[in-house]
């Protein structure tokens, strides 16, 4: 049985933390805890080997334009970036964003299980 866990409080500050010590200050406002949007966001953790998992929306100068990342946070430091494929979106309140974006996180979130549930 796995020991990873979904963890639904704000984001853990260390997904924040190490993206900025290897990429620079200011280059991960979406990881940023005290950012509460945008939403959706999912994050799991593994109490027994200190690992924690993350799908968050990004995005670059558009801030429109928004993709799915899925993050991992191996126990002795340092953050991974896993590829869950294409999950870009628009951002807006258009019904058609919403289910793409929607469509988008299921995707992301889809990539990380089956990180956390490992090889077949």
């Known amino acids: 049985m796995s020991a990873w866990r979904r963890y639904d409080s704000p984001l853990l500050p260390a997904f924040h933390e190490r993206f900025e ?10 990881l940023d805890p005290e950012y509460q949007e945008p939403l959706p966001r999912a ?28 993050f991992y946070l191996p126990p ?11 999950t870009d979106y628009l951002e807006s309140a258009e019904e058609s964003h919403v289910t793409l974006r929607n469509d988008a996180f299921k995707k992301a979130v889809a990539h990380a299980q089956a990180f956390i549930d490992g090889p077949d």
């Open 76 to 86: 002795a430091g340092d953050i991974w970036l896993l590829r869950p494929g294409i």
């Open 43 to 70: 994050q799991w953790i593994n109490p027994d080997t200190g690992a924690a998992l993350a799908v968050v929306p990004v995005w670059s100068n558009h801030e429109e334009q928004r993709s799915f990342a899925v």
């Open 21 to 30: 010590k290897r990429w620079g200050k200011g280059t991960a406002p979406f």
